[in-house]
T-cell receptor, first 112, second 114 residues
Framework: TQLLEQSPQFLSIQEGENLTVYCNSS?????LQWYRQEPGEGPVLLVT?????EVKKLKRLTFQFGDARKDSSLHITAAQPGDTGLYLC????????????FGTGTRLTVIP | NAGVTQTPKFQVLKTGQSMTLQCAQD?????MYWYRQDPGMGLRLIYY???????DKGEVPNGYNVSRLNKREFSLRLESAAPSQTSVYFC?????????????FGPGTRLTVT
């Protein structure tokens, strides 16, 4: 059972386009994170959101945590080839467990 | 500052063989984790160690054992490898407690069991 569903699974766009990827769940999370993973490497933390409705910006990337803390979105403005990678969301459920649950990821390809 | 290191980077085993994957971190983190990553399944937690001297099962612990050797090192052992254990294995660490969600990952070990 996947706690976190990500969509789309695959996305291929031209350089300069905008895009949004989604991370949804029926569970409530204390916090939610986004990671980016490049081929042959481990995931790298991009951002953590903890408050319902919170919006964080990281250069051209905008992250939003849903008001009910069950979902999140990542918006990229003017995508660059360097944005290519696997984007993973991960949630810290309100169970007291000391671990994260990861979504299956969105594989983004930005074509020059 | 190396962060999280893993050895080996690649390994091929025959069914029934055993091996230990090594992980070390130099960030003085309290918590360490072992995940496996399979296509279409995302990252799944195998075992974790919230602090030195403790270990707990994650989502998919069957067929694995772990040892938290000291604060820096956390190893994963496959006693009798099976083809279903073909995967990419990642070790991660975090400061623990309320910062458990800020995890730092190693580069991974690609394991093939034939």
């Amino acid at each position: 059972t996947q706690l976190l569903e990500q969509s789309p699974q695959f996305l291929s766009i031209q350089e300069g386009e905008n895009l949004t990827v989604y991370c949804n769940s029926s569970s409530v999370f204390s916090s939610l994170q986004w990671y980016r993973q490049e081929p042959g490497e481990g995931p790298v933390l991009l951002v953590t959101v903890v408050t319902g409705g919170e919006v964080k910006k990281l250069k051209r990337l905008t992250f939003q945590f849903g008001d009910a803390r069950k979902d999140s979105s990542l918006h990229i403005t003017a995508a660059q080839p360097g944005d290519t990678g696997l984007y993973l969301c991960a949630g810290d459920p309100q169970t007291g467990a000391n671990n994260l649950f990861f979504g299956t990821g969105t594989r983004l390809t930005v074509i020059p | 500052n190396a962060g999280v290191t893993q050895t080996p980077k690649f390994q091929v085993l025959k069914t029934g063989q055993s091996m230990t994957l090594q992980c070390a971190q130099d960030m003085n983190h309290n918590s360490m984790y072992w995940y496996r990553q399979d296509p279409g399944m995302g990252l799944r937690l195998i075992y974790y160690s919230a602090s030195e001297g403790t270990t707990d099962k994650g989502e998919v612990p069957n067929g694995y054992n772990v040892s938290r050797l000291n604060k820096r090192e956390f190893s994963l052992r496959l006693e009798s490898a099976a083809p279903s254990q073909t995967s990419v294995y990642f070790c991660a660490s975090s400061d623990g407690g309320w910062k458990a969600y800020e995890q730092y990952f190693g580069p991974g070990t690609r394991l093939t069991v034939t």
